[in-house]
C-alpha cells in the first residue's frame, strides 16, 4: 500500500489560511470517507484534529477544516497562528489496512 | 484521563527480537482496539498495525513492510499491548507510538483508526 501523497511543505502569513492537499485512489481516500488529519509538533506526540473527512474532536479549534473531492481530501488552516507551525499527516482506510500521507511541513512566516 | 506508556526501546543488532509494551490507564482497555504507528529519524509516520478487541476477535492487521515479522498481542488482564519485533531490519529503527483511538471495538462496530490518543514513544535502534 503506497502513502497518500501531500506537499512537502506549503507556508503562510499570520491571519491568512491554507490548505493541504492528500491525495490517494480509488481504493483508499476515493471510496472511503474514513480519512483523519493529525497535527505532529516535533517531540510531541500527533494529535488527531479531523477525522471521518470533516469532523474535529471535541476541544479542536475550529479553524481547522476539512473536506474531500474525489482521490483527493483536504485539510484548510484558517486565520493562521504561530502555533499552527507543524507537521500535518493526513491518514486513510485501505479496506483493512490504515495509510498516512508523507506528510506537510507548514511554516508560519 | 487516558494515558498509554510504550517501553521496552532498545538498541539492537539487526536480526535480533525485541518485544515492546505499552501500558494503558484511563479507560476501559479490553473495550478498544490498539494501533502502533512508528517514525523513523527524518521521516513522516508509518501505521504498523493493529489489535482488534476481544469483543471483535481480537484479530490483527499489519503493514505490508512488518508482515510475518511483527505481532501485535494484548493482556487484557494487565491493560498491556505488546508489539513483538523479530527479524529487525535497519529500516525498523524509528520511535514507535501506542495508540487508541477515538472509538471503541465491540462486535457490531469497531474503531480501527481516528488516532486520538498517543504514548510518547520508545525508540528502537537497529544498528551493528
Known amino acids: 500500500q503506497s502513502a497518500l501523497t501531500q ?7 499570520p491571519g ?26 516535533p517531540g510531541k506526540a500527533p494529535e488527531l484534529i479531523i477525522y471521518e473527512v470533516s469532523y474535529r474532536p471535541s476541544g479542536v479549534s475550529n479553524r481547522f477544516s476539512g473536506s474531500k473531492s474525489g482521490n483527493t481530501a483536504s485539510l484548510t488552516i484558517s486565520g493562521l ?10 491518514n486513510s482506510y485501505t479496506g483493512t489496512l490504515w495509510v498516512f500521507g508523507g506528510g506537510t511541513k507548514l511554516t508560519v512566516l | 484521563e487516558v494515558l498509554l506508556v510504550e517501553s521496552g526501546g532498545a538498541l539492537v543488532q539487526p536480526g ?6 505499552c501500558t494503558a490507564s484511563g479507560f476501559t482497555f479490553g473495550d478498544y482496539t490498539m494501533t502502533w504507528v512508528r517514525q523513523a529519524p527524518g521521516k513522516g509516520l508509518e501505521w504498523v498495525g493493529f489489535i482488534r478487541s476481544k469483543a471483535s476477535g481480537g484479530t490483527t492487521e499489519y503493514a505490508a513492510s512488518v508482515k510475518d515479522r511483527f505481532t501485535i ?3 487484557d488482564s494487565k491493560n498491556i499491548a505488546y508489539l513483538q519485533m523479530n527479524s529487525l531490519k535497519t529500516e525498523d529503527t524509528a520511535l514507535y507510538y501506542c495508540i487508541r483511538p477515538l472509538g471503541p471495538c465491540y462486535s457490531s462496530s469497531c474503531y480501527t483508526g481516528y488516532f486520538q490518543h498517543w504514548g510518547q514513544g ?5 544498528s551493528s
Not at chain 1, 483508499?28 to 488529519?37: A, I, M, P, Q
Open chain 1, 7 to 13: 506537499p512537502a511543505s506549503v507556508s503562510g502569513s
Open chain 1, 16 to 41: 491568512q489560511s491554507i490548505t493541504i492537499s492528500c491525495t490517494g485512489t480509488s481504493s483508499d481516500v476515493g471510496v472511503y470517507n474514513y480519512v483523519s488529519w493529525y497535527q505532529h509538533h
Open chain 1, 81 to 90: 497562528q504561530a502555533e499552527d507551525e507543524a507537521d500535518y499527516y493526513c
Open chain 2, 16 to 21: 535480533r527480537s525485541l518485544r515492546l509494551s
Open chain 2, 73 to 75: 498481542s494484548r493482556d
Open chain 2, 122 to 126: 520508545t525508540l528502537v535502534t537497529v
